[in-house]
């Protein structure tokens, strides 16, 4: 008997358990409505806000006069750790703002140009899509 209850335990247990392209979807979609919070916030404030990325985590920077600020006291867009880092990010078309790290600018204006960024780990890869008005879609 104890046996049985044993293996269903872990049998739930291992299912509450989200894998790795799950647990990346998630982070893909926390990511996809916070930048359309920072394009929304780009628009009101009048000055561009960029989404900032590299292996561990990402950012959020506001563009103040002539240089960068972290937002690292805002309650929605401080900066956040990837629970499974390091993740790969490549943005496709590749002019919309590949360095290292990857930096993606959203401007006062309220059409950008769509992208496509990509996350990947060793074992997953997620997909949000822009269309340049505003909506975010994760894939």
Known sequence: ?????????????????????????????RIALLMQLARDEAIVRNRPIAFESGGDGYRFLLRDENKW???????????????RAPVALSISPSSAGESNPLRIVFGR???????????????????????????????
């Open 69 to 83: 600020q972290g937002l690292d006291n805002d309650e929605l867009l401080h900066p956040r750790s990837f629970k």
């Open 109 to 139: 204006e309220p059409v950008d140009k769509p992208f496509v960024l990509t996350l990947a780990t060793a074992q997953a890869a997620v997909t949000i899509r822009a269309d340049g008005v505003g909506h975010f879609t994760v894939e």
């Open 1 to 29: 008997m104890l046996v049985i209850v044993g293996i269903t335990m872990g049998v739930i247990s291992f299912n509450a358990m989200p894998d790795e392209r799950q647990q990346l979807h998630n982070e893909a979609q």
